[in-house]
């Protein structure tokens, strides 16, 4: 299989290197090609599953950081060829400790109101998801729940009544994982959690118009 990409232990390391202009360099030179790779190949396996969409690929450069460096960096695939924080999109990205794979709903979609509401009058196909599957409230943070309804329908609400409620649900791989060490059970591995979040992509586009 083409395009295919491992991360290993030494780009999780780069988040332990001190100043902002000496990780980003590190964050460009040795992540973000493999993003590039490993997401282009994404955006095209699942066109097909979504009719044929165009899924963009967009790398985040964190350009508005002039001091502290990140503490974690991704990809995104979705939106529009300018962006994608309006939309439902696919990140993939690193932590220190960890790798993750969401379907990501930040920093106020178009639509937001609506589609929360989509999920809590039918969580059905967020909590038929298995257990290694978690869901997250606020992107800038590391830490992750796992599906509870009480927890679930909660943050739900935040999401739609909040303006910085947010909300994400995937899966993470701890960075020693040994799905890490092969190339192709670890494309695998990304292009299923994707494959199984669609129907919650689908779901939430249902309450988009300006998407249909």
């Known amino acids: 299989m083409e395009n295919l990409v491992i991360f290993t232990q030494e780009d999780f390391d780069i988040f332990t290197i001190e100043g902002l202009d000496s990780r980003m360099s590190e964050i460009r030179k040795k992540i973000q090609p493999k993003f590039r790779k490993i997401a282009t190949a994404i955006s095209r396996d699942l ?94 943070k590391a830490s992750v729940q796992i599906i509870d309804e009480d927890e679930l329908t909660k943050g739900l609400v935040r999401w739609r009544d909040n303006k910085k409620g947010e909300f994400l649900v995937g899966r993470q791989l701890n960075a020693a994982h040994s799905v890490l060490k092969d190339s192709e059970a670890f494309y695998t591995f990304v292009l299923e959690t994707y494959e199984t979040l669609l129907p919650i992509y689908k779901q939430a586009f249902q309450a988009y118009p300006s998407k249909l």
């Open 47 to 140: 066109s097909p599953i979504v009719d044929g969409e165009t899924l963009p690929v967009h790398i985040a450069q964190h350009l508005r950081r002039t001091k502290n460096p990140p503490q974690d960096t991704w990809c995104a695939i979705g939106g529009d060829k300018r962006g994608y924080k309006k939309y439902p999109h696919f990140q993939l990205g690193l932590y220190h400790s960890h790798l993750f794979i969401w379907l990501a709903f930040i920093d106020n979609p178009q639509f937001e109101k609506e589609m929360a509401q989509s999920f809590i009058d039918n969580k059905t196909i967020i909590q038929s998801l298995s257990s290694d599957f978690v869901v997250s409230f606020d992107h800038t």
